[in-house]
């Protein structure tokens, strides 16, 4: 299966406040519009935000969003800053997965601060910044192709692999939308 996730991982349990954290990440406001299976919202047809907490960890899902993330510590983007910001509460992992174009990233923050950040796509390794962390050891530096490394990232961050968790549709998530 080929896929297609944008997604941003709290190492904190926000349940009940969830759309305070959803106008930290992107600024507005969000109302709660029912429930969607995990594997449902990691879908390319998705559109939308779904977000939800698994043990204790709080998972924001939109496709689009890690596409705000720069990628690249000498250039932040707005995002970037909200994130850092984020992170001085609990580690945060922004990850982009995308198989159709073969485009990764990952941007990793805690204490207030970018602390790692790497992309990539079929033609080159674009950034790889900050010390690996400890659940990239196994792969390669020069792949241009980091799902398994994303893979083992989500799983050191929630303590099983994301995509797992889709493919037994082990989380049900809320829909919000922005308004």
Known sequence: ????????????DYSGRIEELLSRIEPGTYTAGGEVGIAEATR???????????AGKTLVLDQLLPYDCSFDPEDPN??????????????????????TSMTFGIAYYEGGALARVRQVDP?????????????????????????????????????????????????????????
């Open 123 to 179: 033609d080159a390794v674009r950034s790889d910044w900050g010390e690996p962390l400890p659940a990239e050891a196994p792969f390669d530096p020069d792949s241009h192709d980091d799902s398994e490394r994303i893979m083992a990232l989500t799983e050191a961050f929630l303590g099983e692999r994301l995509d797992s968790l889709i493919a037994r549709d082990g989380l049900t998530l809320t829909r919000y939308q922005a308004g």
């Open 1 to 12: 299966m080929a896929y297609n996730i944008g997604a941003v991982l709290i190492a904190a």
């Open 44 to 54: 390319r047809e998705f559109s939308g935000v779904a977000a939800g907490v698994y």
């Open 78 to 99: 707005p995002l970037d800053e909200r994130l850092a910001a984020l992170s001085g509460d609990a580690p945060v992992l922004c990850v982009l997965i995308d198989e």
